[in-house]
């Protein structure tokens, strides 16, 4: 069985930083496409970020340039390095997983086989 534990949220000013960390186990990490969803408050979830086990990378237009996925597959291991941090950030955070080697933007209805439980990430003004 697949666990994805996110860690790294938390209460952070505008124009901050934070990084956020996922943990995978029960599953060969360098198999699998990682991202990084949203979901703020009274909204639906919302892809943040993609990284293949190559490194290729998908970014949603409102983070680009804001945001860094990474990954280091010895580890298990995906990061999101959040800066100039915005209160429209504000949401739970989810890792995800979807076996193979496609983006986002190779599939139109790419979805993730796998989630974790989340970690809060609140921007104040």
């Known amino acids: 069985q697949v666990q994805l534990v996110e860690s790294g949220g938390g209460l952070v000013q505008a124009g901050g930083s934070l990084r956020l960390s996922c943990s995978a186990s029960?599953?060969?990490?360098?198999?699998?496409?990682m991202a990084w969803y949203r979901q703020p408050p009274g909204s639906q979830r919302e892809l943040v970020a993609a990284?293949?086990?190559?490194?290729?990378?998908d970014y949603a237009d409102s983070v680009k340039g804001r945001f860094t996925i990474s990954r280091v597959n010895a580890k298990n291991t995906v990061y999101l390095q959040m800066n100039s941090l915005k209160p429209e950030d504000t949401a739970v955070y989810y890792c995800?997983?979807?076996?193979?080697?496609?983006?986002?933007?190779?599939?139109?209805?790419?979805?993730?086989?796998?989630w974790g439980q989340g970690t809060q990430v609140t921007v104040s003004s």
């Open positions: 029960g599953t060969i990490f360098s198999s699998n496409t």
């Open positions: 990284i293949t086990s190559g490194g290729s990378t």
């Open positions: 995800a997983a979807r076996p193979g080697g496609l983006l986002p933007r190779h599939l139109r209805l790419w979805a993730p086989r796998d």
